[in-house]
């Protein structure tokens, strides 16, 4: 008889773990890939990229939302990647809020961190100290979320070129060479040294960006 209660038991957690993983997965609305587009910071423009966040975010569980890539642009009809991620809050993987709101998530109110900025897997973005470091990001954006308005690449020709220009990187540890403003910036730390998939692995990248939910 206990050998029967000790079964239905242990079977019935097992039921609320699997049940449980979804509802939580279904609160994500934040997420850095797990995986870039393959050919460096041409994600075929925003549209692409947003697709690739849209894809990722199906394939956690999450595909209910419709999600955004954290991606400024420039020239005619410039986008600033904040304007395009919805007001928030936002939660990552594991249900844990990473900022309420537009203006927190660009300020000291944040919660992002090496521990809090996870793929849509749940798991943090190999950073400084790990084996490779793909702590750059994608985001050509400056650290208040605007798009530059000088006349230097920093999106790799509106995320479409893999060869020539360059994008501006956030780390998604918070960690760079020195203890600055700019190397623990999640969104504006440094431009890359080109956009293929070699330039971006060259300083510590993967092609990786974020991934916010507008609703």
Known sequence: MRTVQSLVGAFVVSL???SAAPAQQNQM??????VGSGMGANLGGLAGADKHCQTLAMAA??????WRAYLSTQGAGAVNAR???GKGPWRNAKGVVIAQ?????????????????????GQPVKGRGDTPNEHDTLTGSQMNG???TDNMDHTCNNWTSSS????????????????????????????????????????GGAGLFYCFATN
């Open 164 to 203: 020539t220009g360059s994008a501006q990187l956030g780390h998604s540890d918070r960690m760079g060479l020195s203890d600055t403003v700019e190397a623990r910036s999640w969104n504006s730390s440094h431009p890359s040294k080109g956009c293929s998939q070699q330039n971006l692995a060259s300083t």
């Open 16 to 18: 609320l773990a699997v």
């Open 146 to 148: 605007t798009a530059y």
């Open 83 to 85: 304007d395009r991620i």
């Open 101 to 121: 709101s537009v203006d927190d998530l660009h300020g000291a109110k944040a919660n992002l961190a090496k521990e809090t900025i996870l793929t849509e897997k």
């Open 61 to 66: 569980g999450a595909g209910n939302r419709t």
């Open 29 to 34: 609305s934040f997420f850095a890939t797990s």
